[in-house]
């Protein structure tokens, strides 16, 4: 199994107070992703990470930030939480991309967060 | 986005063959096919991908049509453990994988 871990595993916050998720890996992988999934949407990517201090943003990136200043950390901020920011996040690694390998991508085991 | 059609749902028997179809007409030549997997309440698990040629690891096999327009995931004995969401999903090379609704597996002992 990849070496990724999440933490917390689970998080209840208040509306309006940070939140920070850590994900952190063992594989040495250049990639590293931030999805969330909700009943009805999937997984969906909200960041990603393709080195040290080099991020962009994914198709729901709106009141996310992200920050990796080491190899095998990535984190996730929500700066002022909502009630819409309530799912199940998942960190996945990926040693590269580009069509001529394919790579695939390893997930975390997830952070179930609510926002109440 | 290529498109992927998947049943929504599958039922099959313990030690028995399991073959999930996906069809995926608008791929590009060179897009690979992914198959990943989700258990309840775990985050999703790679389970294998292809090009052009049939593929086999130690968890699956991967059966891609001569025209790439389809592809099945063969699990040659099914266990308890592999009931889960089965997602097909054409890898366009960018940087986020796109998950569809995928396929429920539901094994029977």
């Known amino acids: 199994d990849a070496g990724i871990t999440q933490s917390p595993r689970h998080k209840v916050t208040e509306t309006g107070t940070p939140v920070t998720l850590r994900c952190h890996q063992t594989?040495?992988?250049?990639?590293m992703y931030w999805y969330r999934q909700d009943p009805g949407h999937g997984l969906r990517l909200i960041h990603y990470?393709?080195?040290?201090?080099?991020?962009d943003k994914g198709e729901v990136s709106d009141g996310y930030s992200v920050s990796r200043s080491k190899t095998e950390d990535f984190l996730l901020t929500l700066e002022s939480a909502t009630s819409s920011q309530t799912s199940v996040y998942f960190c996945?690694?990926?040693?590269?991309?580009?069509?001529?390998?394919?790579?695939?991508?390893?997930f975390g085991p997830g952070t179930r967060l609510t926002v109440t | 986005d290529a498109k992927t059609t998947q049943p929504n749902s599958m039922e099959s028997n313990e030690e028995e063959p399991v073959h999930l179809p996906c069809n995926h007409s608008?791929?590009?030549?060179?897009?690979?096919i992914h198959w990943y997997r989700q258990l309840p309440s775990q985050g999703p698990e790679y389970v294998i991908h292809?090009?052009?040629s049939n593929v086999n690891n130690r968890m699956a096999s991967l059966a891609i049509a001569e025209d790439r327009k389809s592809s099945t995931l063969i699990l040659h004995r099914a266990t308890l453990r592999d009931a889960a969401v089965y997602y097909c999903?054409?890898?366009?090379?960018?940087?986020?994988?796109?998950f569809g609704q995928g396929t429920r597996l539901t094994i029977n002992p």
């Open positions: 608008t791929i590009s030549g060179t897009d690979y």
């Open positions: 996945a690694i990926s040693e590269g991309t580009g069509r001529d390998r394919g790579y695939e991508q390893y």
């Open positions: 999903i054409p890898f366009q090379g960018a940087q986020k994988l796109v």
């Open positions: 594989e040495n992988h250049r990639y």
């Open positions: 990470s393709y080195g040290v201090k080099d991020t």
């Open positions: 292809g090009l052009t």
